[in-house]
C-alpha cells in the first residue's frame, strides 16, 4: 500500500483507524463493515493499492483469487458456508463503489433475496 494512500481502507491498514479486524496476512486484510447490510458484513481488502476493478492488471489478476479465497475460508471458519453467502465486488460510481480501493464485501447470516433471486 502506497504511503500517499489515504482512502479509509488504506488507514485501517496502516492502523491509523480503528476496525474490527478478523482476518489479516501478508497480502491482505479482512473486517467487519460499519454499516452491515447483513447480519455478516465482512470487507476483504488488498493491501496492493487497486482503485477499481478496471485498473486491475493481467499480472494483479490472482489478488481476486487470494480475495475470494479468504473470503470463503473465513465463511467456513465461522460456520455458515453451508447455510449461504454473497460476495460482492462494486466497481465506480454506478455500480456502487464508494471507496476505491477493490474489495469484497462477504454478507451471510440470513437469507439474502433480491438480485439473481431464484437463478
Same mark, same amino acid.
Given at each position: 500500500?502506497? #504511503?500517499?494512500? @489515504?482512502?479509509?481502507?488504506? +488507514? &485501517? *491498514?496502516?492502523?491509523?483507524?480503528?476496525? @474490527? &479486524?478478523?482476518?489479516?496476512?501478508? #497480502?491482505?486484510? /479482512?473486517? +467487519?463493515? &460499519?454499516?452491515?447490510?447483513?447480519?455478516?458484513?465482512?470487507?476483504?481488502?488488498?493491501?496492493? +493499492?487497486?482503485?477499481?476493478?478496471? @485498473?486491475?492488471?493481467?499480472?494483479?489478476?490472482? &489478488?481476486?483469487?487470494?480475495? =475470494?479465497?479468504? /473470503? =470463503?475460508?473465513?465463511? +467456513? #471458519?465461522?460456520?455458515? /458456508?453451508? @447455510?449461504?453467502?454473497?460476495?460482492?465486488?462494486?466497481?465506480?460510481?454506478?455500480?456502487?463503489?464508494?471507496?476505491?480501493? *477493490? !474489495?469484497? !464485501?462477504?454478507? /451471510?447470516?440470513?437469507?439474502?433475496?433480491?438480485?439473481? #433471486?431464484?437463478?
Amino acid at each position: 500500500m502506497s #504511503e500517499t494512500d @489515504d482512502t479509509i481502507f488504506g +488507514r &485501517i *491498514i496502516r492502523r491509523e483507524l480503528p476496525a @474490527d &479486524i478478523v482476518y489479516e496476512d501478508d #497480502e491482505l486484510i /479482512a473486517f +467487519r463493515d &460499519i454499516a452491515p447490510q447483513a447480519p455478516v458484513h465482512v470487507l476483504f481488502v488488498p493491501k496492493v +493499492r487497486v482503485p477499481t476493478l478496471d @485498473d486491475l492488471t493481467p499480472e494483479q489478476a490472482p &489478488i481476486i483469487g487470494r480475495l =475470494a479465497l479468504a /473470503a =470463503a475460508n473465513y465463511a +467456513r #471458519e465461522q460456520g455458515f /458456508a453451508r @447455510d449461504g453467502y454473497r460476495i460482492v465486488m462494486n466497481c465506480n460510481d454506478n455500480g456502487g463503489q464508494t471507496v476505491f480501493q *477493490i !474489495h469484497l !464485501h462477504l454478507l /451471510a447470516g440470513a437469507p439474502l433475496g433480491g438480485f439473481g #433471486e431464484g437463478r
